[in-house]
């Protein structure tokens, strides 16, 4: 497994529950690796370990009863919180001060979670690469958006982290860095207090360290039936699609993808191998025409009063949208429509779809955060995606398996994960 | 006609564009209204005049080119402004300033609209009335939530005002304060920066004195081709829906609704009369739980920290919120998925459906906002919303007529309305 052991959301909320870890112990725990790492890493903008312990202490018997337990929570940088600075990676915000919490944020307060401090975004989680390293490798890339979040719960520092996904920015990065990332389907969590990029597309994103371990933390904060790790994991249907993204795929992702799909159906499963879905893959290209349409309008008061400071990505992609006409957006937007009725068709004979969630390994340097390739597609559709690690190529890098579900059956999804998860323990 | 003579959109914008007019003047002509007026109204809760005129002299030349020509605008302080407080009539944001304008108001000033100051809402835009006054009869309700920029545009203190409508916030006030308001379709207009209600249903509205008005307006805005001012007005075909809530209408409503009608099939419009929509009323039920739910979501923050000074209505709603599942909300947004089905289908063999926007005219007194009776169930579909102004009962107060488009087929809705609002003038 990865460099460092990383904090189970299950095991530290179970220790908590039998007493034999307080939240303020969970607290050290990450405080500690903290300490040891983020130096290294650069996963956060801001932590305030003090407060958070206070907190745990004062709070111990009302935490440990609670849906989350106390454990510590890192918070991605494009949320607002009341009381740490909430700056979306941009000079226009430094050091900027919300007057009130994300819904997100309130919500996972609300079930006992302990907001430890914030975690690096990439430029209002656009592509232009930030400055956290890979957990694995510190010259590789970690992915983006969500950076600091992935690195965080990669390298052990945080056991629960939240991100966002517009193209691919939770599922990408945890790949990337090794962890379970899931994005639930469109709109089950709110976005509001986050900063828009596109008002369509932007989708709350979790991280933990297995599926289990997410699927603990996004049952606590939705108050959905999301666990997987009290269950008996059921062999699901599985359609391998290869999508016309395919040969971007390095050999290794091929192979992981391929090697996983036959043990699967080893282990009872039903796998159907598809190169590419009818009606559906065409409509990718209409990710790019309404995140930029929405992109020009929902970073209108930053495009039109200081862009001079923004990045060469945001303004190239906003400069770009400034040119798509409500036309093209409505067109786009009525293909994204049909192409959600396409894929639930298609999903009326599979529960979930395997296909990679990265072309390969995270790359080597820090100039990218890796392509969207094989994530776009599915953010359009709404679709709940979990990345499953535990793969590996020859250096030790991890290879993240996507498993998209059936819209809004999160459940279903998180299960068939946590299945494929058990598999690849076992390659 | 009304106690005051309203600022027409389109007048003031040709008067701009063919130079008998100057963006100054038009500003003017609003400060004017308001000295005389709004003591007595109370649509504002800031205005600054100065600034606007600085505005609309050192820019005369591009304003006067621009879409909007320079005319003024009053946006409701429920959206983000960075020059003017911004406090969503909370105690919890009293003088508060955001940091970055909301995205519709960056784009009411990138086509050249001047934001002249901001008018009332309800507290978060719920059901709670404001002080506003109704500029028809100052002893009656001027409809809520956007009280303010319906009171604005009906006293002709404004040629242009935004609202927002997630039950009947627009088409209501609209209504009482006899100024056409549109409801665009759902996404179409982006609700960032706007504080938050419900992320299903929050929806942006526009308030000017007749249908090529608010038209004119939105185009301007939104860069959609919407315009009907210059339109020869094909007549439509036109769906008479009493809906389940028909009895909730008063005498002089539907005789208005059904001599409306009578006219309009006289003047070459199509007709059909239904008592209801199979399969699609009994959705309304889903309004309220998506609202209540995500109501607690979007306002979690103030909830669980600011609950002593949230008003009566707010709280219950929120309160009610709090005990709704994740289940019955997901059921909830399947049956509005499955109603929008219905409605498309029914939509086949019309234009447009026409409906009491309100049970009748402004109530008298305060105490209320009104009913959303007649609103509730079109937010519900997203469909965009007209309300027709012009017709008024023995006592002078208006009564709206309600035109609703099929989805996305804005301009085709704003079409009608302006074929009916010409219809109503020969009554």
């Given at each position: 497994m990865?460099?460092y052991?990383?904090?189970?959301?299950?095991d530290?909320?179970?220790?908590?529950?039998?007493?034999?870890?307080?939240?303020?112990?969970?607290?050290?725990?990450?405080?500690?690796?903290?300490?040891?790492?983020?130096?290294?890493?650069?996963?956060?903008?801001?932590?305030?370990?003090?407060?958070?312990?206070?907190?745990?202490?004062?709070?111990?018997?009302?935490?440990?009863?609670?849906?989350?337990?106390?454990?510590?929570?890192?918070?991605?940088?494009?949320?607002?919180?009341?009381?740490?600075?909430?700056?979306?990676n941009?000079?226009?915000?430094?050091g900027?001060?919300?007057?009130?919490?994300?819904?997100?944020?309130?919500?996972?307060?609300r079930?006992?979670?302990?907001?430890?401090?914030?975690?690096?975004?990439?430029?209002?989680?656009?592509?232009?690469?930030?400055?956290?390293?890979?957990p694995?490798n510190?010259?590789?890339?970690?992915?983006g958006?969500?950076?600091?979040?992935a690195?965080?719960?990669?390298?052990?520092?945080?056991?629960v982290?939240?991100?966002?996904?517009t193209g691919g920015?939770?599922?990408?990065?945890?790949?990337?860095?090794g962890?379970?990332?899931?994005?639930?389907?469109?709109?089950?969590?709110?976005?509001?207090?986050?900063?828009?990029?596109?008002?369509?597309?932007d989708?709350?994103?979790?991280?933990?360290?297995?599926?289990p371990d997410?699927?603990?933390?996004t049952?606590?904060?939705?108050?959905?039936?999301?666990?997987?790790?009290?269950?008996?994991?059921?062999?699901p249907?599985?359609?391998?699609?290869?999508?016309?993204?395919?040969?971007?795929?390095?050999?290794?992702?091929?192979r992981?993808?391929?090697?996983?799909?036959?043990?699967?159906?080893?282990?009872?499963?039903s796998?159907?191998?598809?190169d590419?879905v009818?009606?559906?893959?065409?409509?990718?290209?209409?990710?790019?025409?309404?995140?930029?349409?929405?992109a020009?309008?929902?970073l209108?008061?930053e495009?039109?009063?200081?862009?001079?400071?923004?990045?060469?990505?945001?303004?190239?992609?906003?400069?770009?949208?400034?040119?798509?006409?409500?036309?093209?957006y409505?067109?786009a937007?009525?293909?994204?429509?049909?192409?959600r009725?396409?894929?639930a068709?298609?999903?009326?004979?599979?529960?979930?779809?395997?296909?990679p969630?990265?072309?390969?390994?995270?790359?080597?340097g820090?100039?990218?955060?890796?392509?969207?390739?094989?994530n776009?597609?599915?953010?359009l559709?709404?679709?709940p995606?979990?990345?499953?690690?535990?793969?590996?190529?020859?250096?030790?890098?991890?290879?993240?398996?996507?498993?998209?579900?059936?819209?809004?059956?999160?459940?279903?999804?998180?299960?068939?994960?946590?299945?494929?998860?058990?598999?690849?323990?076992?390659?």
């Open positions: 990865g460099v052991m990383m904090l189970s959301a299950v530290l909320a179970r220790r908590i529950e039998d007493g034999s870890l307080t939240p303020a112990g969970a607290v050290a725990l990450c405080a500690e690796a903290i300490t040891a790492r983020d130096a290294d890493l650069g996963a956060f903008t801001v932590v305030d370990i003090d407060r958070a312990h206070t907190q745990a202490e004062r709070d111990a018997v009302a935490l440990a009863a609670s849906p989350l337990r106390g454990l510590p929570v890192g918070i991605k940088d494009i949320m607002d919180t009341v009381d740490f600075a909430t700056e979306y941009s000079p226009i915000y430094r900027h001060r919300p007057v009130a919490d994300a819904s997100v944020v309130t919500m996972v307060r079930v006992g979670g302990i907001v430890l401090g914030k975690t690096v975004t990439t430029e209002f989680a656009y592509m232009q690469p930030a400055h956290t390293r890979n694995h510190r010259e590789h890339a970690p992915g958006s969500s950076s600091g979040s690195a965080a719960v990669g390298a052990g520092m945080l056991p982290a939240l991100g966002t996904q920015s939770t599922i990408r990065p945890a790949a990337f860095c962890v379970a990332g899931f994005k639930p389907s469109y709109k089950i969590v709110p976005t509001v207090g986050v900063k828009c990029f596109s008002w369509s597309l989708t709350i994103g979790i991280f933990a360290a297995t599926v997410v699927a603990y933390a049952a606590a904060i939705t108050g959905r039936d999301l666990r997987v790790d009290r269950t008996t994991l059921a062999a249907r599985i359609a391998l699609v290869r999508t016309h993204s395919w040969d971007k795929a390095e050999p290794v992702m091929q992981a993808i391929e090697t996983t799909a036959r043990a699967a159906a080893a282990a009872g499963a796998v159907t191998e598809h590419t009818p009606f559906l893959e065409e409509a990718e290209a209409a990710h790019g025409v309404i995140s930029r349409y929405e020009f309008r929902a209108a008061f495009y039109d009063n200081h862009r001079d400071v923004l990045g060469p990505m945001v303004r190239a992609a906003l400069d770009e949208g400034a040119g798509v006409t409500a036309e093209a409505d067109a937007r009525r293909r994204a429509k049909r192409a009725q396409a894929f068709d298609f999903m009326a004979g599979a529960d979930v779809i395997l296909t969630s990265a072309p390969g390994p995270a790359p080597r820090l100039a990218s955060t890796g392509l969207p390739a094989f776009r597609l599915w953010t559709l709404g679709a995606c979990v990345n499953v690690p535990g793969l590996s190529d020859a250096a030790g890098m991890p290879l993240g398996l996507q498993v998209v579900g059936r819209f809004s059956r999160d459940h279903a999804a998180l299960e068939a994960s946590a299945f494929i998860e058990r598999i690849t323990r076992k390659l």
